[in-house]
């Protein structure tokens, strides 16, 4: 399952980064990729830096298990072949719905946040249903390769992924949109949900930090 995991960690670098990037490029002479201010927050750091301990947990994981099989936590509860599945199932989801909501983004699509910068609110197609769908996807691929090699280091990846989202999305993007869009993206945020439909809400009056879910 390492070889399997470590494959499918490959090819999701290759197309939510690469290849997006390049469709990017294509269209609109810059790659999208924005960067980090260097007067980021403490708490916008934090985020970063979470952001890429997943990815290289997610690395780490399947390479040292093709070291040291042992390392696998699957046995007791599960059989590996039903992970394997499971995991094939939920990171082939994962993949195309992270390609699917970053390419509804359009011409919009960044990776990190240019305060300066004004880029048009996009709300349809997957965002109809959650604010943040990339996010989402991201979550459930992390989830896909967890089981396809479920070891410490790909729940700890998960775990920060999580985290460094949360952080992303509360500190960073939510207080950048409402300033760039205003009562345009509160009403928006007050009818869909952050990650999953429902939940998430941003209340009216209240701010991003402080909103549930």
Not at 28 to 48: C, D, I, N, Q, Y
Not at 186 to 196: D, E, I, M, P, S
């Amino acid at each position: 399952m390492a070889q399997i995991a470590l494959t499918a960690w490959l090819l999701y670098v290759a197309v939510a980064f690469g290849y997006r990037s390049y469709v990017q490029y294509r269209r609109t002479r810059h790659s999208g990729f924005v960067g980090f201010s260097r007067t980021r927050s403490v708490v916008e750091k934090l985020a970063g830096a979470l952001f890429t301990a997943a990815l290289l947990l997610g690395l780490l994981s399947p390479l040292l298990g093709l070291l040291n099989p042992s390392l696998a936590l699957a046995g007791a509860l599960w059989r590996e072949a039903s992970l394997e599945r499971a995991g094939l199932v939920l990171f082939g989801a994962g993949l195309i719905a992270t390609l699917r909501a970053q390419l509804a983004m359009g011409d919009s699509w960044r990776i990190g946040v240019d305060a300066g910068e004004r880029t048009t609110l996009v709300t349809d197609g997957p965002f109809r249903l959650v604010r943040n769908p990339i996010f989402s996807a991201m979550l459930l691929t992390s989830v896909g390769l967890a089981c396809l090699y479920p070891s410490p280091l790909a729940l700890a990846g998960f775990v920060c992924l999580l985290l460094g989202l949360e952080l992303q999305v509360r500190v960073v993007e939510e207080p950048y949109l409402l300033k760039t869009h205003g009562s345009t993206y509160r009403a928006y945020a007050a009818r869909t949900g952050r990650f999953v439909p429902r939940l998430g809400y941003l209340r009216e009056g209240r701010s991003a930090e402080a909103s549930p879910g």
